[in-house]
């Protein structure tokens, strides 16, 4: 061995012993929550559960992905949809009236999406005589994914513990008293819906139920929003809730009331549950799965295993996902003291009046990965606005998938926090989508391909929504998903090169979305191809006339979606090799696409024209597409429009509901403004206690750390995962970006384990705002153009930086397998 690769080894194995060494990991309280947005979430993707930690009663409100309302999407729920959209453009282009097009685009609409549903609850009575506990605590580690409970009542020390395990396919929960027979407890199952409680044994309990065949959206007023009897055989799926002793020293029995334990020290519990959802286009009830033989069999291979076991095989499980990102920022050792007894919410009270603390920003975004992890898994149901966490029957926007920002900014952080694999639900659900939304593509409009409005559910509906007229088109006829949602197949190709998936999986549908696009768009005047019908999600326009309106031509975010998929798909054709005939059109097509326009005030152009926006400071920044998640606009190749892109993020403001606050970080790192974009962070980890509807400004973290929209939705912590990874790495156009946004708040720090596209796993350390070293492990080869303030040493590689006017470039041919050590030069 020589001493260059000796010193580069030694380097290598350095950084990673450093890095290895966790921060603060796990979420404290002090007492019980009072509210649902206080509780602790676990969940194995399919399972969740939010633990109250209560201690008399401890209430565990459960979900289960697939328990949704109603049933397979019928088809053609509007044969009028394309004659309107004829009379839409006629009054766009030879009235310009945007009323009448707003008129014409409201019957254009067909049913809203059906809603996730809470599978119920489960009560755990504890016999304490009234006692006052004292040393409560209860906590959730997110390095092991497991909550847990602890508290003493005359002497006695009470611990709860719960984790929901992938491998094993239930929560499992176990109770201890530290004095034997000091344990009595009654467990109870409940459900807001109509349920039917039933003894399996003297050891096991279940409960059962059918989900409504409608439950109309929240916000939809309505004589009967939810209804339950389905005369079809078709619509309300089943499903089969189980709890179990697995062991307990104590004596159990069933009854009336519920599962007794008496006497016991020690009880451990296997909870499990289904239902008979079948596919998207299957009927949940007649054609639906035997959800009693899923839950008997997740039970009996359960059963199997000692709560020792499960618990070794659930975090094996849990941390091959959850260790391969580390993220330490260095704090002094008086800030760190100050935090020390501190609970979660005493931590993010002092957060809010501008306390410094670095490792509750550390946590945040590694909750947010551990929130990925538990709420999506490989085969099973994207994460939705809620996660899989939702208590309500009718949920804020029926906990579905909101395709016009939220569905997508939940998978943002997926690839580049190396959790590859969560990506993959969202995949093929959008596979599921590009089959359902040919139907509604051709139906609608007459076009080829695949279209996908607003809003989606566990039916892959893909129709614009709003009751056959009732919505309002500036969100309901939105129908732009099926470009946008392919970005996702292309992001996966790009961060893993697996051609075998784009060449057989994502190519395919994307190529039928650009069909779509070709399909949808239509000449003007000029020659441009441009939208029509056309909004700007969900902001509306006050014209030249002085006239408010929200439908017109070509609105920015339109055309940077199209822009954004053409591109995409020309990549990938060429990439594949293929279809050379369909990427010259792309290309053909490209260019004569509505461009970009600079306003008045500097800033991107949101809508066709110049009009001013009805709400300046309004939540959705879809103008700035181009700048994320897509990258028409970089502050390297387009650096006016990136100015322009900077001035529009001005006018906007730094305020808004979380997922906006979530999205701005990610303008600002991809603008290379860390400072700025770390402003923004504070305000998403601003404290709040609001639980109604804020659009406008109550966005922040609630005591669980879950994201504030209000109320609830989780894609503010995801999109706050992914903007504070972009601070640190960013890979888009052909370069891998180091260091690009540091704030400076974030002096000294290590980060290990992102991923950069071309499939390149990353680590950094940097020490007074400057990268100190770093090593890049080429997983699958191939050239690679890194990005740096620094000129950059390759160990062990000739290579030579270039000085640009945006740092330093450096280039190098890489080997399938092979770790490089980089160090800057000066
Ligand atoms: C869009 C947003 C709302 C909310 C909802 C789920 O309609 O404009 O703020 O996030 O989706």
Known sequence: MNIKHSIGLLFGLLLFQSLSAQGDLELRYKNPANTWTEALPVGN?????????????????????????????????????????????KALFKEEDYSMANAYSKKMQGYYSQSYLPLGDLK???????????????????????????????????????????????????????????LNIVLQTGNPLPFENGI?????????????????????????????????????????????????DGEVFTDEEGLHIENASEAILYLTAATSFNGYDKCPDSDGKDEKALVEDYLAKAEKQTWKTLLERHITDYQQYFNRVDFTLNESENIKKTHQD?????????????????????????????????????????????????????????????????????????????????????????????????????????????????NSDIWALTNPVGNLGEGDPMWANWPMGSPWLSQHLWWHYQYTKDNDYLKNTAYPIMKSAAEFCLDWLVENDQGKLVTAPSGSP????????????????????????????????????????????????????????????????????????????????????????????GRQISPITTPKLAEAAKKTLELRGDGGTGWSLAWKINFWARLQDGDHAYKILRNLLHLTGQVGTNYADGGGTYAN?????????????????????????????????????????????????????GNFEVNLRWKAGKLTEASLKSIKGGLVKLRSAEAMNILSINSKSTKTEMGFTTEFNTEAGKTYQLKPKN
């Open 45 to 89: 993707g399919r399972l969740g559960a939010m633990i109250f930690g209560g201690v008399e009663e401890e209430l565990i409100q459960l979900n289960e992905e697939t328990f949704w309302s109603g049933g397979p999407v019928k088809e053609n729920v509007n044969p009028g949809a394309y004659e309107n959209l004829q009379l839409a453009r």
């Open 124 to 182: 755990i009575k504890q016999e304490l005589g009234g006692a006052q506990p004292t040393a409560y605590t209860r906590n959730l580690d997110i390095q092991r994914a497991l909550a847990s409970t602890t508290f003493q009542v005359n002497g006695t020390t009470y611990t709860r513990e719960i984790f929901a395990s992938a491998p094993d396919q239930v929560i499992a929960i176990k109770l201890t008293a530290s004095k034997a027979k000091a």
């Open 200 to 248: 399996i044994s003297q050891r096991e309990i279940t409960m059962r139920g059918k989900a409504p065949k409608n439950v109309e959206p929240s916000y939809v007023q309505a004589e009967n929003p939810i209804i339950l009897e389905d005369s079809t055989g078709c619509d309300g799926m089943r499903y089969d809730l189980r709890l179990k002793v697995h062991k307990s």
């Open 342 to 454: 501190k609970s979660t919410l005493e931590r993010l009270t002092a957060y809010a009046d501008g306390g410094k603390d670095l490792a509750l920003e550390t946590l945040y975004y590694q909750y947010g990965r551990y929130l990925l992890i538990s709420s999506s898994r490989p085969g099973g149901i994207p994460a939705n606005l809620q996660g899989i966490w939702n208590k309500e029957v009718r949920p804020p926007w029926s906990s579905n998938f909101t395709t016009n920002i939220n569905a997508q900014m939940n998978y943002w952080p997926a690839e580049m926090t190396n959790l590859s694999e969560m990506h993959l639900p969202f995949l093929d659900f959008i596979e599921d989508l590009s089959v359902a939304g040919k139907v509604t593509a051709t139906q609608f409009y007459h076009t080829k391909g695949w279209a996908v409005h607003h």
């Open 538 to 629: 969900e902001n509306a326009f006050i014209d030249d006339n002085g006239k408010r309106g929200t439908i017109s031509i070509a609105s920015t975010m339109d055309m940077s979606i199209i822009w954004d998929l053409f591109t995409n798909t020309i990549e990938a054709s060429g990439a594949l090799n293929i279809d050379a005939g369909f990427r010259e059109n792309l290309e053909k097509q490209r260019a004569k696409l509505f461009p970009l326009q600079i306003g008045k005030k500097g800033d991107i152009q949101e809508w066709y024209k110049d009009w001013e926006a009805e709400d300046p400071h309004h939540r959705h920044v879809s103008q700035l597409f181009g700048l994320f998640p």
């Open 705 to 757: 750390l879950f994201d504030a929209h209000p109320p609830f939705q989780i894609d503010g912590n995801f999109g706050g995962v992914a903007g504070m990874t972009q601070l640190l790495l960013q890979s888009y156009g052909d370069e891998i970006q180091l260091l690009p946004a540091l704030p400076s708040a974030w002096q000294t720090g290590q980060v290990k384990g992102l991923k950069a596209r």
